[in-house]
């Protein structure tokens, strides 16, 4: 047997213990990998390949990738204020809050009122807006990261429709997924896909709660960006490829390679972040891998320092090392708990790294 034979029998194995590790969860799921540009992995777990899961946070990516594109063609600029654009956020403090520190969450306004305040008015973006206007600094702008969990989406989204004068899920679908040809991502669940929807599981009084929220009809059907873009593993592989290949793919153009170089720049390492009270690396749109063996990394254990992606609750994953040519999506719709959630990314991430990294 040649070592190259070899070598593929190797990963074989290793690509078979990370779907036994999916398996044996018992999830509904989808998990996609994608090494040098092919697929290497491509597999559903009770559920069509074309199915699309609910990304939570994993979602924010792409809403954060638009404001870039903008500030690549000029429309606007990262360090300018969002009240240059957006009059009425500037009030009560936020005058001075640029673009940039809203994409690397260091606004100073990770909730308008509190997380669970915000959650109750996010199905109407108006009310939504509105808060974020009237609200105050909890921090001073760029003085600290602090995770924002559903206003990260409200003031890039509020911003993107000031600067174009269109609604944000109209300028997702046509400047990112019309051109990439990924008809199997939503910002919102169209009502005409309702009846294909997975609802999410979860465990606990808590999380059943949060099952509660996030089954209802009114909740997946709203334009949330910070929450509700739905997506299939295969294209969010491709939304990650795009990008790890310098913005054109298949032909298709959509990004500068500066702009996606930009985006991926850390912005806090080491910091622990306010809301989350963990140490996370933040870039200008992406959370950032790193090698530690002392606890869980949902990006694996031997993750490298350029790796970037996000993490939605938990439940969905997905990241692209340039080093190693590697891109993972990983969709679920279980909520677990944090401790369960991260330890269970951390063993799918490890596996896939050791099998194609």
Known sequence: MSGAERSSERAGASAREVLDLIDARGSVAQICVLHKGKVVLDHAFGCAADTSFLLFSAGKPLVAMLVHLLAERGQLALDDPMARYWPEFGQRGKDAVTIRQALQHRSGVPYARSVHGDALVATNWRRSVQALERAHPTWRPGEV????????????????????????????????????????????????????????????????????????????????????????????????????????????????????????????????????????????????????????????????????????????????????????????????????????QTEVSDAVLAAFG
């Open 145 to 344: 990261p602090a995770y924002h969990v559903l206003s990260y989406g409200f003031l890039l989204g509020e911003l993107i429709r000031r600067v174009t004068g269109t609604e944000v899920r109209e300028v997702m679908r046509s400047e990112l997924l019309d051109p990439l040809g990924l008809s199997g991502t939503h910002l919102g669940t169209p009502p005409s896909l309702w009846a294909q929807h997975i609802p999410v599981t979860s465990r606990g009084f808590d999380g059943r709660l949060r099952g509660l929220v996030f089954n209802r009809r009114s909740v997946r059907e709203a334009v949330i960006p910070a929450a509700t873009v739905s997506s299939t593993a295969r294209d969010l592989a491709r939304f990650y490829q795009l990008l790890l290949s310098g913005g054109e793919l298949d032909g298709v153009r959509v990004f500068a390679s500066a702009t996606i170089a930009g985006a991926r720049q850390p912005s806090s390492d080491g910091e622990v972040d306010r809301v989350l009270r963990l140490p996370i690396r933040w870039s200008q749109a992406f959370q950032l891998g790193g090698p530690d063996a002392t606890r869980p990394r949902p990006m694996g254990r031997r993750s490298g320092w350029k790796t970037f992606g996000h993490n939605g609750s938990h439940c969905c994953l997905a990241w692209a090392d340039p080093e190693r040519q590697l891109v993972f999506a990983y969709l679920t719709n279980r909520l677990p708990s944090v401790r369960e959630g991260s330890r269970h």
